[in-house]
């Protein structure tokens, strides 16, 4: 008896370890979450953005873009420098492919808001205002090329006093990656 409960505890432990083992989803399964998501999960799909598509409006949503969403996206809104971001499970998305950019406005803003769960996306609502929400959406149209901002100075160390007092904004860093300054880590590490 006592055999056979351990033969059977055993086989339990063996299926939650392999059950619990973390790994990228594959085609099948992000063409599916995608779908998903798509039509069913993400709201605002009818809603459109009062703020309309002006260059100041591209311009706050940068700002707002840098205050909230670097840590995980970066300056670029494509993962550079972000060093996490492929090992999530899902991974971080690049915001200028396929799946995202193919969400009405309406969408991305509820996701802003709204956050994704599990997927690590958190919810803005109550820290973001409704107009940064929407100009964070247009500036998701309109990302810079990969790479062309930097990394966030933050994951680097290398932020200097300017960029402290700048905030997360990213300026000061895409101002610095356009000039070539970048810290030995941002260096050597792409």
Same mark, same amino acid.
């Given at each position: 008896?006592?055999?056979?409960?351990?033969?059977?505890?055993?086989? =339990?432990? %063996?299926?939650?370890? /392999?059950?619990?083992?973390? *790994?990228?989803? #594959?085609?099948?399964? @992000?063409?599916?979450?995608?779908?998903?998501?798509?039509?069913?999960?993400?709201?605002?799909?009818?809603?459109?953005?009062?703020?309309?598509?002006?260059?100041?409006?591209?311009?706050?949503?940068?700002?707002?873009?840098?205050?909230?969403?670097?840590?995980?996206?970066?300056?670029?809104?494509?993962?550079?420098?972000?060093?996490?971001?492929?090992?999530?499970?899902?991974?971080?998305?690049?915001?200028?492919?396929?799946?995202?950019?193919?969400?009405?406005? =309406?969408? %991305?803003?509820?996701? /802003?808001?709204?956050?994704? *769960?599990?997927? #690590?996306?958190?919810? @803005?609502?109550?820290?973001?205002?409704?107009?940064?929400?929407?100009?964070?959406?247009?500036?998701?149209?309109?990302?810079?090329?990969?790479?062309?901002?930097?990394?966030?100075?933050?994951?680097?160390?290398?932020?200097?006093?300017?960029?402290?007092?700048?905030?997360?904004?990213?300026?000061?860093?895409?101002?610095?990656?356009?000039?070539?300054?970048?810290?030995?880590?941002?260096?050597?590490?792409?």
């Amino acid at each position: 008896m006592t055999a056979m409960f351990l033969r059977l505890a055993g086989c =339990g432990a %063996l299926l939650v370890m /392999v059950g619990c083992r973390v *790994s990228q989803p #594959g085609n099948g399964e @992000s063409s599916l979450m995608n779908g998903i998501k798509h039509q069913i999960t993400v709201g605002g799909r009818e809603i459109r953005n009062p703020l309309g598509d002006g260059p100041d409006v591209v311009a706050q949503g940068k700002t707002a873009f840098g205050a909230y969403c670097i840590a995980c996206h970066g300056l670029d809104g494509q993962n550079t420098g972000v060093p996490f971001a492929a090992q999530m499970s899902p991974p971080v998305p690049l915001l200028t492919s396929k799946p995202v950019q193919d969400y009405t406005d =309406g969408q %991305l803003k509820w996701i /802003v808001e709204n956050g994704i *769960s599990p997927s #690590g996306m958190p919810a @803005s609502r109550g820290i973001l205002s409704d107009e940064e929400m929407w100009s964070i959406v247009v500036y998701l149209r309109h990302l810079p090329t990969a790479g062309s901002m930097g990394e966030p100075c933050f994951y680097s160390g290398s932020c200097t006093g300017e960029q402290a007092e700048a905030g997360s904004s990213g300026e000061q860093q895409g101002e610095d990656a356009k000039r070539g300054r970048t810290s030995h880590a941002s260096a050597t590490n792409r």
